[in-house]
């Protein structure tokens, strides 16, 4: 894979808000949720829980791109000896 380090930044920022989002989603109900949220329901007193957790596993799954993105780049000009 190559390492693109432009991408490790935007990345954490989009994991942060989509944690802050999932974390939204578990501690508000349908009618409280923001009107562009997905789910998003007037006069509903039910949680979204599989919407929390979607935008949970998404946030992790950013922190672990940005986390793959600041290891070393591989060297593609390997040399072997044949003697």
Known sequence: MRKNRQLIIPAIILGTVLIIIAIVYW??????????FPGHQA???????KHGIAAFLLGIACF????????????????????
Request: proline share 5%; aromatic share 14%; net charge positive.
């Open 27 to 36: 501690v508000s109900t349908a009618s409280s949720l923001p009107s562009f």
């Open 43 to 49: 006069g509903s007193s039910t949680h979204h829980f």
């Open 64 to 83: 672990i791109f940005a986390w793959f993105q600041t290891g070393p780049s591989s060297s593609s000009s390997k040399t072997t000896n044949a003697s």
